[in-house]
Nanobody, 123 residues
């Protein structure tokens, strides 16, 4: 079983950038589809981006398309989320998640989760 740990969150002004990292323990990381989700206070957890186990295909929520980039380095057991042109509405706890099967935007279908990292965007 893979275990996940996010880092890289923080406080940033609107228009700024952050890069989140998610490091996985375990030898099978390269077999996992990985996703990033976020949850703002009082809201449901929502899909942000996902990447297939080879890294060849990525998917994005419409709200972040063109501003966020998901990538992975299987040699380092790490998946990244580069966030640019941040907006106050991007403020949330960001989670990385993994699943053995193909990509999906449904958080309930992911098998493993990190503990989350807070991203706060000030206006």
């Amino acid at each position: 079983q893979v275990q996940l740990a996010e880092s890289g969150g923080g406080l940033v002004q609107a228009g700024g950038s952050l890069r989140l990292s998610c490091v996985a323990s375990g030898r099978t990381f390269s077999r996992y589809t990985m996703g990033w989700f976020r949850q703002a206070p009082g809201k449901e957890r929502e899909f942000v981006a996902s990447i297939t186990y080879t890294g060849s295909v990525t998917y994005y929520a419409d709200s972040v398309k063109g501003r966020f980039t998901i990538s992975r380095d299987n040699a380092k057991n790490t998946v990244y989320l580069q966030m640019r042109s941040l907006k106050p509405e991007d403020t949330a706890v960001y989670y990385c998640a993994g699943r053995i099967l193909g990509t999906t935007t449904n958080p309930s279908l992911y098998d493993v989760w990190g503990q989350g990292t807070q991203v706060t965007v000030s206006s």
